[in-house]
T-cell receptor, first 113, second 114 residues
């Protein structure tokens, strides 16, 4: 059981370039999320989705776009990367019940030069 | 605006000792309050969670104490082991429903010396 899989695991971009991070989950979860983790800042929610075809903004959505065309996939896009977007990005999914449990992927480390 | 205040930022404990991490929140929350554990190079994983109508929950060496009136909860790790060395995050549900919209604390890096 793979759980939550993120690709790529590492990426280096130049300022202004675009890229897409892919998240796939095989647990049939309705809810999916993208977080970013920066040193000393904890995890901050970028965007989330409560079901196929839906997306919503989190705490720090500026500079990012997302799409949830299929239930199992959640894509995070950067249209014009900036150095401030250098971070580790985590995708997570949940069943949607109020248990506080999110299942996280192993992260994608992005560096913007 | 910081919704969750976690302390300490780092903690060094000797093997067999007790590790205590504290969390205070500001918003009114109704659902589960989880603690997550993260090892280097890995994603966070749920360690233990407590419902707000319970004052304490214990799972093995890990205990959550919850004080609803003070809006505080803490994680206690008894008989700390080197394998417990990790970063710990508390989280608070956003608004009245969890649904994964959690405010995370900034994390506590725990080091347990053998």
């Amino acid at each position: 059981n793979a759980g939550v899989t993120q690709t790529p695991k590492f990426r280096v971009l130049k300022t202004g370039q675009s890229m897409t991070l892919l998240c796939a989950q095989d647990m049939n979860h309705e809810y999916m999320y993208w977080y970013r983790q920066d040193p000393g800042m904890g995890l901050r929610l970028i965007h989330y989705s409560v079901g196929e075809g839906t997306t919503a903004k989190g705490e720090v959505p500026d500079g990012y776009n997302v799409s949830r065309l299929k239930k199992q996939n959640f894509l995070l896009g950067l249209e014009s990367a900036a150095p401030s977007q250098t971070s580790v990005y985590f995708c997570a999914s949940s069943q949607g019940r109020n248990t506080g449990e999110l299942f996280f992927g192993e992260g994608s480390r992005l560096t913007v030069l | 605006q910081q919704q969750v205040k976690q302390s300490p930022q780092s903690l060094i404990v000797q093997k067999g000792g007790i590790s205590i991490i504290n969390c205070a929140y500001e918003n009114t929350a109704f659902d589960y309050f989880p603690w997550y554990q993260q090892f280097p190079g890995k994603g966070p994983a749920l360690l233990i969670a407590i419902r707000p109508d319970v004052s304490e929950k214990k799972e093995g060496r890990f205990t959550i104490s919850f004080n609803k009136s003070a809006k505080q909860f803490s994680l206690h790790i008894m008989d700390s082991q080197p394998g417990d060395s990790a970063t710990y995050f508390c989280a608070v549900p956003r608004g009245g429903s969890t649904l994964g919209r959690l405010y995370f604390g900034r994390g506590t890096q725990l080091t347990v010396w053998p």
